[in-house]
C-alpha cells in the first residue's frame, strides 16, 4: 500500500533566470542560449515526470530542433568514447575513500583523494591523496577552497529547506 507524501515546506518558486554554473565535464552552453536550454530541460522534465540522462540524449538525438542537440552531440564518436573514459576515471577516483587512524586512536573515514588546483595553472585541476592535502599548505589551501565553493552551492539550495537553516546559518560564518 502506498502511503500519501505530505508536501515539503518550501515556498512556491518562480523562476526568473537560468545560469550555467562551472561542472567539469559538462557542455559549456553559451550565455544566450542558457534560458532556451534551461527552458528545454524543464520541458522535458515536464513531460517525462522527471528528468534523466536518458531522456536529455534522447531528445538530442531525435529532435533536430532542440537546442540540446549541439551540446550533446558536439563531437565524433573516438573523441567522445576517450571523453566518456576521462569521466569514468573521475567517477572512479571520486568514489575511493580511506580509514585512517587519528592522533586520538580514533578512525575517521574520508575522501582517499582530494581535487587541488594547479599551482601553474589555476584553472585546472588533479587529485592528490588526502594526506598530501593535509600536509602541503598549497594543497590544503587549494582542497579548502574547492569544498568551500561546493558547500556554497549545496547551501543554496538547503536555503529552500526551513529544516535545514540552522545548517545554512553555520555555513554563512565559514565565509
Known sequence: MEMPIESADVVDLEIVAFRQKPHPGAPQVPPAKIPRVGERLMWL????????????????????????????????????????????ARWLIRSMDVVFKLPDGELQQSSAFFSVRLPEDRRRHKYVRVMKVTQDLYFAESAKEILRSQLMSLMESLRLFEEFQEVVKAIKKLN
Open 45 to 88: 522534465e515536464d513531460k517525462h515526470d522527471g528528468l534523466t540522462a536518458e531522456v536529455v540524449v534522447k531528445d538530442a538525438a531525435t529532435v533536430k530542433s532542440s537546442p540540446l542537440r549541439r551540446l550533446i552531440f558536439d563531437t565524433d564518436d573516438l573523441t567522445a568514447a576517450k571523453n566518456w573514459r576521462l569521466q569514468r
